[in-house]
T-cell receptor
């Protein structure tokens, strides 16, 4: 089954404690991206990757890092989480450029206290 | 950047046809129009994509007039399970690296 898998689904952490949210897709997609969703602000792109070792900033990259060492994986790293990073995060992948059909993960609800 | 404008919310009843219109006045020549559906606390799900005229799949139809400045997502005979937020997106031809989601249209289907 084609899918994008994120882990964990829920996470509560404390300010400053580094964390990683993993994302893996089994569709051999080249394009992957991360979004955060906040009430009233909709979905905003954090980072994206066009292929292995190719990443770039989206609209709200501050406080986040990503890496793309393998085609299937695109982890989101919060080096020093802060409460304003409390949000619902989604990973997405698509076969080509962003305008093609994107597959989204089930989401990670992060709370930073 | 091609911005989209949709109604904030719509109400319907089961069995009715629902049409959600999206305005995208600044759409570029090579842009495609894509619609996504999102249920609470779930990731968006691709519904349909089109460039011009009409596209139909097993879930919905997408109508795009000749000037492409707007599009209409048509959901035939909605059910309670169609209650969701629907997003209209325009793929940027000169910067196809991101999907820009607006606030979407919250569709509420009543029994």
């Amino acid at each position: 089954e084609a899918q994008v898998t994120q882990n964990p689904r829920y996470l509560i952490t404390v300010t400053g404690k580094k964390l990683t949210v993993t994302c893996s897709q089994n569709m051999n997609h080249e394009y992957m991206s991360w979004y955060r969703q906040d009430p009233g602000l909709g979905l905003r792109q954090i980072y994206y990757s066009m292929n292995v070792e190719v990443t770039d900033k989206g609209d709200v990259p501050e406080g986040y890092k990503v890496s793309r060492k393998e085609k299937r994986n695109f982890p989101l790293i919060l080096e020093s989480p802060s409460p304003n990073q409390t949000s619902l995060y989604f990973c997405a992948s698509s076969v080509g450029f962003a305008g093609t059909e994107a597959f989204f993960g089930q989401g990670t609800r992060l709370t930073v206290v | 950047l091609a911005k989209t404008t949709q109604p904030i919310s719509m109400d319907s009843y089961e069995g009715q046809e629902v049409n959600i219109t999206c305005s995208h006045n600044n759409i570029a020549t090579n842009d495609y129009i894509t619609w996504y559906q999102q249920f609470p606390s779930q990731g968006p799900r691709f519904i349909i994509q089109g460039y011009k005229t009409k596209v139909t799949n097993e879930v919905a139809s997408l109508f795009i007039p000749a000037d492409r400045k707007s599009s209409t997502l048509s959901l035939p005979r909605v059910s309670l399970s169609d209650t969701a937020v629907y997003y209209c997106l325009v793929a940027l031809s000169y910067n196809t690296d991101k999907l820009i989601f607006g606030t979407g249209t919250r569709l509420q289907v009543f029994p």
